[in-house]
């Protein structure tokens, strides 16, 4: 699927090729001469985009999006939420982070349940000790591991690991706030959250993640500690 700014800028690429052949048929390079003088398609073309940058991409969550060290060092979890929603554009590169993640062979073994359902919101809740957020929030998205799409044994925890602190990432550096809620390995937890949402057998719920607009505020945490690391041998010289 192309977001509407793929689509059109695709469409004004179209357009400059056709305007650039056009140009260079009706204006050949003069003998000796290096570069012809600027195409009067591409000057208009140029200023287009210009304005297609400063104006439609402002409404395209993905500008606003920071740099990816930068989301890593201050992405926290997030429990409170504001009441505003979370638009399905926003959702959609969340999800998209998830299934960008690497995975054993690449066997990609995820699937999600997006939840905005404020029942279901709070039946989850009380299933699970630690989810008390989850009832506050807008929308939650329930991180699953389909084990008919496991291909390399024991590695679809690792799999869905990768993609769950994607989406952490992609929601911190869209301005939302989210938290990591474990599910898998607790027997008790899977049971629970299995029965409240029907999910078949092969269906594993592995971790459920709220997200909403922040409602509070975390400073980052400089968590590097030098002693944790050895250089070319084990222990410190
Ligand atoms: C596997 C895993 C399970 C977690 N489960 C819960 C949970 O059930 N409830 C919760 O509030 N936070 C949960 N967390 C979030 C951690 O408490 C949190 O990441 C940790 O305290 C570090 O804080 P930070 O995320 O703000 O850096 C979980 C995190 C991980 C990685």
């Given at each position: 699927m192309l977001y509407p700014i793929e689509l059109r800028v695709r469409e004004r690429e179209a357009e400059f090729k056709h305007a650039k052949n056009q140009y260079r048929n009706q204006c050949p390079l003069s003998p000796g001469a290096e570069r012809r003088p600027r195409n009067p398609h591409q000057?208009?073309?140029d200023s287009l985009f210009?304005?297609?940058?400063s104006t439609e991409l402002e409404s395209d969550p993905r500008t606003q999006a920071m740099d990816v060290f930068e989301a890593v060092?201050?992405?926290r979890s997030i429990r409170a939420y504001s009441a505003k929603n979370v638009n399905n554009?926003?959702?959609e590169m969340v999800l998209r982070a998830a299934m960008a993640a690497p995975s054993a062979g690449n066997e990609q073994p995820w699937e999600f349940l997006l939840i905005r359902n404020r029942e279901t919101l709070e039946r989850i809740s009380a299933a699970h000790p630690y989810a008390e957020m989850v009832r506050h929030a807008p929308v939650a998205i329930l991180v699953c591991g389909n084990l008919t799409r496991?291909?390399?044994?024991?590695?679809w925890v690792q799999d869905l690991s990768a993609a769950t602190e994607n989406m952490l990432l992609a929601a911190h550096a869209l301005g939302l706030g989210s938290v990591w809620v474990g599910i898998h390995p607790r027997e008790k937890r899977v049971a629970e959250i299995r029965s409240v949402l029907s999910l078949p057998e092969e269906i594993i719920p592995f971790a459920i993640l709220p997200i909403g607009h922040p409602g509070e505020e975390k400073p980052p945490e400089d968590r590097y500690d030098a002693q944790r690391v050895y250089r070319e041998q084990w222990g410190h010289q």
């Open positions: 000057l208009a073309l210009g304005e297609l940058h060092k201050s992405r554009e926003s959702i496991v291909r390399h044994q024991d590695y």
